[in-house]
Antibody
């Protein structure tokens, strides 16, 4: 069974940094693209970043230059380094396995809450 | 960026009803569209990918259609567990973008 488990969320001040992790199991992690998607409280879904199996990365304009996605295939773990955090980055952050065909996200982890507040 | 516009924003329905949600892309995305269901306090769940392919394990009362700019998600014979929020998402280009969501309520 494919499982994704995020960790690393918490309360951070504006301008601060956090690193999120997503531990993957049940599939060949190194072969699959992975994504981060976030959801602000009471709001819709916002795609944040994607990293392909080969290492190419893509970002939403709202986080470009502040967030960095990476992966450690030896640890089956996806990361999201977040810096220069803003109040508007407050959200639940989900990691998701990304389909090659169709481009959908499946499955998703349970999410980790990031709160940016002074 | 490709804008995804869903309609309606919310719909009231009863068990057994058929519900159709529309998603329109601001430019053509071929068939690169996915649909998700999200219930309160839980992560989204993939229902449909590539516009019309049913994800494994998803009941056959869910169906998707469309190509280019106009897409639909249909839930035939609504069940109690189907009351949720539904999102479309384009996978044609970066940045990936989602529709604003459609809430299906009793």
């Amino acid at each position: 069974e494919v499982q994704l488990l995020e960790s690393g969320g918490g309360l951070e001040q504006p301008g601060g940094s956090l690193r999120l992790s997503c531990a993957a199991s049940g599939f060949t992690f190194s072969s699959d693209a992975m994504s981060w998607v976030r959801q602000a409280p009471g709001k819709g879904l916002e795609w944040v970043s994607l990293i392909f199996a080969g290492g190419s990365t893509y970002y939403a304009d709202s986080v470009k230059g502040r967030f960095t996605v990476s992966r450690d295939n030896s640890k089956n773990t996806l990361y999201l380094e977040m810096s220069s955090l803003r109040v508007e980055d407050t959200a639940i952050y989900y990691c998701a396995k990304t389909m090659d065909y169709g481009g959908g996200f499946d499955p998703w982890g349970q999410g980790t809450l990031v709160t940016v507040s002074s | 960026d490709i804008q995804m516009t869903q309609s309606p924003s919310s719909v009231s329905a009863s068990v057994g009803d058929s519900v159709t949600i529309t998603c329109r892309a601001s430019r053509g995305i071929s068939g690169w569209l996915a649909w998700y269901q999200q219930k309160p306090g839980t992560a989204p769940k993939l229902l449909i990918y590539a516009a019309s392919s049913l994800q494994s394990g998803v009941p056959s009362r869910f169906s998707g259609s469309g190509s280019g700019t106009d897409f639909t998600l249909t839930i035939s014979s609504l069940q109690p567990e189907d009351f949720a929020t539904y999102y479309c998402q384009q996978a044609s280009s970066f940045p990936r973008t989602f529709g604003q969501g459609t809430r299906v309520e009793l």
